[in-house]
């Protein structure tokens, strides 16, 4: 059996009912700041598969290449590509348009297909009997934005999704320079929608998305691609996740200043922009009901309407009764109290 | 913020991808056997929210008041009693005759409404924009069970789920006589469906499965009443939980063999009636994936064949490629050898 690939972390996040804790999740959370791993909880260094939360940075090719510039994209285009859309009009449309542009359709996905997250979506389809197409999966905009750089680029589509593909090449070489972080063969992965994904320290992440969120330690191209890259998520927040959905609440509610990426198993990566603070966590167990309490009390530390944006921490039964509620794990408040 | 209930367990399952240990579950599991504790991995007495998975017990008062008798109730209506039921059509038709047969309907029902968990059934309301009601509640059964010992013992209906109730006083009676615990007011909880839910220690559950079981050490009533309880679960299994769900795809490829409940939050427990032995587990996180993965690992140990009635622990991508597994965690296959 493969060993874990670090000591359990810090509890992060508690399920209370009638006042005893019924279930806990542990997990890991690393700050950087000011050009340095600044605090952290639990093992900031080990290797951990990041998924859909280095989408953002997954993007800068996207941009550096030219292929945004090329085929007249904008920032709604580049914030597609960041997200983990919720599948639901604007965000199909979008992609199919982003395909179009570049004289492609939806068989070009490699993503496969699953139902929208958009509940209303999801709804509409079953009652008219619709399957999802790849274009309702969450990462088409990532996929998207990957074939429009290999067409702009004069490389085969073909294959866009492997990892010997050149644009897989230059995303690795992206999240290299941004994290610090040397990815050989041993930290590649596949993820949910087939393209690698990378296992990377979440003190990495940390550091990647502070220099999203701020430019600082970056050649001047790559400050600016940055810059368009929050801006991007920051004028769209719809485009990079969905209506009512987390990542989307606190981009909308803290434009320009907080930057916020979600992905799977539990990992939440952003930064604060005015702050110059990154930050990155991942749930040992996965669940994403610790992720999201996680990333709200620390957003909240910084920025305390913030609090109101997850989802009620009061549980209730299905008759409406209160039976407990979600709290931080001690560990993580008392580690947040030194970022005020 | 309140203290955990106990020390971590070990780790019972992993998930895997690209060769790492992406996320991990720990959790306790507890065995008990002829009349004594036999194995645990991690606390099995710390006190747990065992949730649904006492229904089997919770039970007991329906058939030994009477009610069962009284009103021409018969196995399906006790498997009702004891289900968590998927809110297919046979699970909300049986749960309307049971309250029809009491002169009661939905009406009187406290559990709440959620959608039912049978996917054909929900998606079906979905397609005629269908509400959910009471009898979806994968509690009904079970409340409908608690009714009928009320009005069979011309106690009032009003406030039946109310921890003073006589009806759940009996019910926490008949907890403590199984699992030889005191259940007094620091135990009382609140389930999911408004009724009480007792904390109580994993090895207490799995020596009430083990009598629930065999019969053993139990008085001649009671031992007979385990009996049609044992047998309702084994002849109607898919009224237990649903097709497709693995309470129920255990129970009927190991019927007269293998009892066993969920309960939300990470939590199964069951027994082995040949062998005489009961277990009970809870995951730390209340992740499903891993209390199912553990289960399937425990009852494999002593019969094989069980292994496949799991979901695939392989585990793909939205494309259908392979990307890791889940597997038992090592406390776990270590505890399981000697089982064999």
Chains 1, 2 share one sequence.
Not at 148 to 177: C, F, M, N, S
Not at 189 to 194: A, R, W
């Amino acid at each position: 059996m493969p060993s874990l690939p670090c000591a359990d972390g810090p509890v992060l996040a508690t399920v209370g009912r009638s006042g005893r804790v019924e279930s806990w999740h542990r997990g890991a959370v690393a700050v950087w700041h000011d050009g340095a791993p600044w605090l952290a909880a639990g093992d900031a260094m080990a290797a951990v598969m990041c998924r859909s939360a280095t989408k953002p940075l997954q993007a800068l090719p996207f941009l550096e290449s030219g292929a945004v510039d090329r085929f007249g994209f904008g920032a709604a285009q580049i914030a597609l590509a960041c997200g983990s859309h919720a599948g639901a009009r604007p965000h199909v449309t979008g992609v199919t348009a982003m395909l179009a542009r570049t004289a492609l359709s939806a068989a070009a996905l490699a993503c496969g297909a699953h139902e929208p997250t958009d509940a209303a979506t999801a709804r509409q389809m079953v009652r008219v009997g619709a399957s999802p197409s790849p274009l309702h999966h969450n990462c088409s905009g990532k996929h998207a934005a990957m074939l429009a750089t290999a067409v702009h680029l004069a490389e085969p589509t073909e294959g866009y999704w492997r990892p010997e593909h050149p644009v897989q090449q230059r995303i690795r070489q992206a999240l290299e320079d941004m994290t610090g972080c040397t990815l050989g063969p041993d930290a590649l992965g596949i993820d949910g929608c087939s393209v690698p994904n990378w296992a990377m320290p979440l003190a990495g992440l940390a550091r990647a998305f502070a220099r999203l969120a701020t430019g600082e330690g970056l050649a001047p191209e790559r400050a600016d691609t940055c810059r368009r890259v929050r801006e991007a998520c920051w004028a769209h927040p719809d485009l990079v996740a969905g209506q009512g959905h987390l990542v989307t609440l606190i981009m909308q509610h803290l434009p320009g200043q907080v930057l916020v990426k979600s992905g799977a198993e539990g990992v939440y990566c952003g930064a604060f922009a005015d702050q110059g603070l990154g930050f990155a966590l991942k749930i040992d167990d996965g669940a994403k009901r610790a992720s999201e309490a996680a990333v709200v009390q620390l957003i909240s530390c910084l920025h305390p309407a913030a609090q109101h944006l997850g989802p009620d921490p009061r549980l209730s039964n299905w008759r409406g009764l209160p039976v407990g509620e979600m709290r931080a794990g001690e560990a993580l408040t008392s580690m947040l109290q030194r970022l005020r």
